[in-house]
Each structure stands twice: as C-alpha cells, then as structure tokens.
C-alpha cells in the first residue's frame, strides 16, 4: 500500500508564492520519477513539473520562469515552489510517483490534490 499526500495549496493574491509539498508513505522500495500536475475547471489535467531520481526536472513551458520543482529522497517528498503566481495558475495540483514496492513492480501512484487559488 503507497499513498500520496499533498499539502500547502490555498489562497494567494496575484504575484505571491506558494510552497505545495507531497509525502509518499507505505511499503516503498524505491521511487522513481515525481510529478506535479494541475487541473482547472473544464480542463484536462495537464503536466506542470517533473523531477528524475538524480534530480533531472523539466516544466511546461508556461510555468518554467516561476515554478521550481525539487524533491528530498530521505524524505520520500517533492515539492514545487510557485512564485509570481498569476490567476490562470488557479488549479488542483496533484502529485503523481512512479514507485516501485517489493511486492510491485514500476506502477504510477497519484495523490488526492491540493487546490491553488490566485485571486485579489
């Protein structure tokens, strides 16, 4: 069993920051890649960042100047810190993992969301 918890979503004005935070927790051998995605109302669910084991990210374009996506192994956590945040950034961020455990293969894992809002 592996779970996926986000946290530090909420309300922000126009230009401010946020820090999201995701924990993998359960029988974890080893985790692979780790993503943020976000969706908006009447829209798909899109890939905002990605981070490799050794630390290897890559954004949408759209968010590459702002947004910064790390992770700690230890931990088994990622984050994204947003910065200068803008109301199309309004969404709910999920954090997705591809994750092996000793009982399962590679397997993709997804956390229940945390809700940005940027609005004044």
């Known amino acids: 069993q592996v779970n996926l918890v986000e946290s530090g979503g909420g309300l922000v004005q126009p230009g401010g920051s946020l820090r999201l935070s995701c924990k993998a927790s359960?029988?974890?051998?080893?985790?692979?890649?780790m993503y943020w995605y976000r969706q908006a109302p009447e829209k798909q669910r899109e890939l905002v960042a990605s981070i490799t084991r050794y630390d290897f990210a890559n954004y949408t374009e759209d968010v590459k100047a702002r947004f910064t996506i790390s992770r700690d192994n230890a931990k088994k956590m990622v984050y994204l810190q947003m910065n200068s945040l803008k109301p199309e950034d309004t969404a709910v961020y999920y954090c997705k993992a591809d994750i092996s455990t000793l009982s399962t293969s590679l397997t993709e894992y997804w956390g229940q969301g945390t809700q940005v809002t940027v609005s004044s």
């Open positions: 359960g029988n974890i051998f080893s985790i692979y890649s």
